[in-house]
């Protein structure tokens, strides 16, 4: 017998993530979503999105782009 799982995407075009992340980590944290896809997280180099619970998938862009990057946690 097949079993059920429900999933819950939160999808956000963040515009920068670092000025951001306390009101990032509140929401999480209230809507409990099993899946997290971020775009324009403006970060650079080795940097990564943390969040309590999650496991950060992330590229960050090189160069002069200023709000790419995208991020799966």
Do not use: H, W
Not at 3 to 26: C, H, P, Q
């Amino acid at each position: 017998m097949a079993k059920t799982v429900d999933i819950t995407i939160f999808d956000n075009n963040l515009n920068g993530y670092s000025g951001k992340r306390a009101s990032i980590a509140e929401l999480l944290n209230t809507i409990k979503p099993t899946i997290v896809t971020f775009q324009e997280t403006a970060m650079a180099g080795k940097n990564k999105i943390k969040v309590k619970n999650f496991f950060s998938f992330q590229r960050n862009r090189k160069g002069t782009k200023i709000m790419c990057g995208v991020a799966t946690l």
